[in-house]
């Protein structure tokens, strides 16, 4: 994790009644805290707006279904090629549904994600704190265009307001939307608008390099790709300085 000593103005309060007005003023209880340990508060369960795309939604496969799909697989490697007779490949199918199924698991979400650290706040409207940001972040996710795998480096950084939260809930919020069917640019905009929501950040900045194995293994068949995608919300759309700090603690080349 990095910070860095320049101060941002703040975006002043959120708006009455809003989902980010319930987030920062909901009164908590923090475990510990009287005896001077760090405690941590849930976000409102009943909050959906912020929430939501973090939701743990329990998928389901019955026994009737993956057996089906395994038959489904069986034959599709049969067809392409493969001798599903041998020991060797026997239960490929089984396998790769499998695979297949624990590969998708950020459609499920991630309990652990849904907490937040004390205010660091030092009091004012304009409350925030100063640059955070953690990479890089491996992740695995596959192409909703051709279910190829791609796979690269994330970086992201965020300006707090009143709340922050452990930098390894950085690494669960990136794998969430990793680990699906989707595309990196759409990645890129899920991580950022998911970790505004969370702790009403006055700005967030998320970089991703990406190897895309549709575009190695199959048609153009480049030997060597990266993709990089860039999404700012808040500050960094708003302030160049802040960006090329963002550059300088990833060790990325401005653009």
Known sequence: MAMTDKKRSGNGPPAKGSAREHLADEPTSIKGAADGSVGHVHLPEDDEDVRSPLLVHRRELRADQRKRFEGYMGEIFTAFGMDTAQPGTHETPRRFVRALYDATEGYEGDPKVLTAFPTECKGGQAC????????????????????????????????????????????????????????????????????????????????????????????????????????????????????????????????
């Open 128 to 255: 925030h704190v100063d640059q955070i940001v953690e990479g890089p972040i491996p992740f695995f996710a596959l192409c909703e265009h051709h279910a190829f795998p791609f796979h690269g480096r994330a970086y992201v950084g965020y300006i707090a307001h009143e709340q922050i939260i452990g930098i390894s809930k950085l690494t669960r919020i990136v794998r969430i939307f990793a680990k699906r069917f989707t595309v990196q640019e759409r990645m890129g905009d899920e991580i950022s608008d998911a970790l505004q929501r969370l702790v009403n950040a006055h700005g967030v900045a998320v970089q991703l390099e990406a190897h895309h194995m549709c575009t190695q293994m199959r048609g153009v068949r480049e030997v060597n790709p990266k993709t990089h995608t860039l999404t700012w919300r808040g500050f960094y759309a708003e302030d160049p300085e802040l960006r090329q700090e963002f550059f300088h603690l990833t060790g990325a080349r401005s653009a």
